[in-house]
């Protein structure tokens, strides 16, 4: 993975919240995540970089899920693939739907944004109070 691939990433994830300040960006040993170019863009960014451990199974196991339900999801199900767009169009679908649209039981039956907008609407409430 190039350092300018995660940059992307990075510059869409601010764009997408609203650049938030005060974050943890946890991140493992990987020479993309640890390049000169991207610690200095989450200083800017104003986060705080939080590297796991070398060999540490707990820092990567939520991730690993992650992929693990993608790949499952949309990789083995939807292909063969006729191309890196065709992958990355299908990848902007499905991080929209687990993050927008899906419903999580264990959070009400409502889209984690959804839950994340009534968590930060009640902090506002409770400091206006």
């Known amino acids: 993975m190039q350092t300018q691939l995660i940059l ?3 510059e869409q994830a601010l764009w997408a919240r609203g650049k938030p ?3 943890i960006h946890h991140s493992d040993r990987g020479s993309q995540y640890v390049s000169i170019r991207y610690s200095e863009r989450l ?3 104003v986060f705080n970089a939080s590297v796991g451990s070398v060999g540490d199974s707990y820092d990567n196991a939520l991730a690993e899920t992650i992929n693990g339900l993608f790949k499952a999801e949309v ?5 063969p693939w006729k191309g890196l767009e065709q992958v990355e169009l299908a990848t902007l679908d499905w991080v929209d739907w687990f993050n927008n649209k899906r419903l999580l039981e264990p959070i ?5 944004v959804e839950y994340e ?3 930060y609407r009640q902090l506002a409430e409770d400091a206006a109070a």
């Not at 009400?108 to 984690?112: E, L």
Request: net charge negative.
């Open 75 to 79: 990789i083995h199900i939807d292909g």
């Open 8 to 10: 992307d990433a990075l």
């Open 21 to 23: 300040k005060g974050v």
């Open 43 to 45: 200083s800017e960014a």
């Open 117 to 119: 907008e009534n968590y």
């Open 108 to 112: 009400g039956d409502i889209p984690p």
